[in-house]
């Protein structure tokens, strides 16, 4: 399966985003799916997660309550609505899948199996 995520931007703190990450190749419903990101000097960290379903969502603590992860998966789309950035949340934001047989997400970046190519997010303090 291929990634390809979309959406980001500069915006001012309090702002909002919605980054979209659109699968070609497979079946996307067969995928369990997250978003990590990676700032500048640091490790690609986890920012959420969703199941094949999209009925059960995981998210990071940091982001716990302005972050929403969904997926529609007669679009082949996950997407992750971001509301009251952070000049924290700034990085480079990557949508991730891992194998069908996975059956599940998982919040650790070497479980997954595909990446998307990232897409940068500033935000401005």
């Known amino acids: 399966v291929q990634l390809q995520a979309s959406g980001g931007g500069l915006v001012q703190a309090g702002g909002s985003l919605r980054l979209s990450c659109v699968a070609s190749?497979?079946?996307?419903?067969?995928?369990?799916t997250g978003w990590f990101r990676q700032a500048p000097g640091e490790e690609r960290e986890f920012v959420a997660a969703?199941?094949?379903?999209?009925?059960?969502?995981y998210y990071a603590d940091s982001v716990k309550g302005r972050f929403t992860i969904s997926r529609d998966n007669a679009k082949n789309t996950v997407y992750l609505q971001m509301n009251s950035l952070k000049s924290d949340d700034t990085a480079v934001y990557y949508c991730?899948?891992?194998?069908?047989?996975?059956?599940?997400?998982?919040?650790?970046?070497?479980?997954?199996?595909?990446w998307g190519q990232g897409t940068q997010v500033t935000v401005s303090s």
């Open positions: 991730a899948a891992r194998l069908p047989s996975s059956t599940l997400p998982s919040r650790r970046r070497d479980d997954y199996d595909y």
């Open positions: 190749g497979r079946t996307f419903t067969a995928y369990p």
């Open positions: 969703v199941t094949l379903s999209g009925g059960t969502t």
